[in-house]
């Protein structure tokens, strides 16, 4: 019965009409919705990334500071001496 009365509905112009603005209405919707997940994403991905680019600064730093540390406890008594710190 249910069928029987939407195609009889559908068989009219204006409920065909009805239903492709519906479809299109929802479709619209749809690609917002999609649009705002992926900006969202995109967003936590470039936090992410900040957060690696921060994180290797401050790798690099513990690096090259102890690249420069005094090898032996003479030569931190001649930068203390000369004093380098």
Request: proline content about 2%; hydrophobic content about 50%.
């Amino acid at each position: 019965m249910w069928a029987s009365l939407a195609v009889g509905l559908l068989a009219r112009p204006w409920a065909r009409r009805v239903a492709a603005i519906a479809l299109v209405a929802l479709t619209i919707a749809l690609l917002i919705l999609n649009l705002r997940r992926q900006a969202e994403r995109a967003g936590r991905a470039a936090e992410r990334l900040e957060t690696l680019e921060r994180t290797d600064a401050i790798h690099r730093q513990m690096l090259d500071a102890a690249a420069r540390r005094p090898r032996s406890r003479d030569d931190l008594l001649d930068r203390l001496r000369g004093g380098e710190f």
